[in-house]
Structures are given as C-alpha cells and as structure tokens.
C-alpha cells in the first residue's frame, strides 16, 4: 500500500509507454500498475473487494482512502502528508429553525459527496438490440444529464422536523 500511496503522490507509475510502444499501436498500454493488480492489492483480505464480482465505485473508492490512511497512520505520516488529502474536502450543513430563525451550523470532513441522478426516458426511441438468446428486445434511452443539475439537487434546501436547541421544542428546520 506503501507504494501505491507513493505513485498517486509521485506519479511515478503514470507515465506513457517507451517510445518504442507507442510505435505499435496494438501493443501500446500504459506502464505502471494494472488495474487487476490494483484491485488484488487493495482488495486483500477484504470479503467483497477481494473477488473478481462488479463491486460498487464508491465503496471501493472510501476502502481504498481508508486503507491508505491506516497505512499512513502506521508510518506516522502527517495528515497533509497523506496521499489521501487531494480528495478530503469541508462540507458544510446549515439547518435554520422555523420558530426563532436560530442558525446551527456543522462542517464535517468527507471524501466524496453522492448526488442524485435525474432519469427521465426519451419517450419515442424504443430502439431493437440483441437481448438474451438472440432476441430481439427493446433498449431505452435517456436524456443526457448535466453535472450541474446533479451538484444543484444535491445542496437544495429541504425542510425537517428538528428539535431546536435554542427554543427548547419541536420545529420545521430549513436544511
């Protein structure tokens, strides 16, 4: 883990192939570390990680920054040492009262924020591809989806019942 911690600080592993790959396209890859020795190393001893199964971005994503900053524990790196820190962000959540207009406010430290998708189907492009044995079977399609829109549903208000700490009761809060 040591090193892969190094590569991403270095880039050390990410440089393009020899001159002489890059002359053959057929055999042109990037010199480095494989992605399958990637997920062996990190998935090591971990049930669902150290399989070949389809595995969920994310969680695989927060298992690796773990892994890395155990390791960087170990070590006795400092935190802005850390290869991890490129990913580590402030995100803040603000809930105002509906009674006494009072302000609570709360920074926590995360590495990744999930944000909504908005699906809508384009109604009219049923389109005929190849499903299970050879049949032929409908393929849906969808609008495509700005990353703006995803970031702006993911910060919009919501209301919530709360209890306040400056009323002393039970209140709508503004989230």
Known sequence: MLKISDGLRSGRYSRPGSATQQEDASKRFQEGIKPN?????????HEEFSTMRQQDSEEFLQHLIQRLR?????RDF???????????????????????????????????????MPVKEIESSVVLGAGDAGSA??????????????????????????????CNKGVKALK
Do not use: H, N
């Open 78 to 116: 400092k935190q802005e040492d850390e290869a991890t820190e490129a990913f580590r962000f402030g995100m803040e959540q603000k809930l105002i009262c509906g009674e006494c207009q009072g302000v609570r406010l709360k920074v926590d430290s995360v590495d990744s924020i999930s944000v909504p």
């Open 70 to 74: 155990d390791e960087a524990k170990k």
């Open 137 to 166: 079977a409908p393929t849906k399609q969808y609008e495509p989806v700005d990353l703006t829109t995803c970031l702006r549903m993911a910060v919009e208000s919501v209301t919530l019942d709360w209890t306040c700490p400056k």
């Open 37 to 45: 020795m990637f997920k062996a190393l990190v998935g090591k001893g």
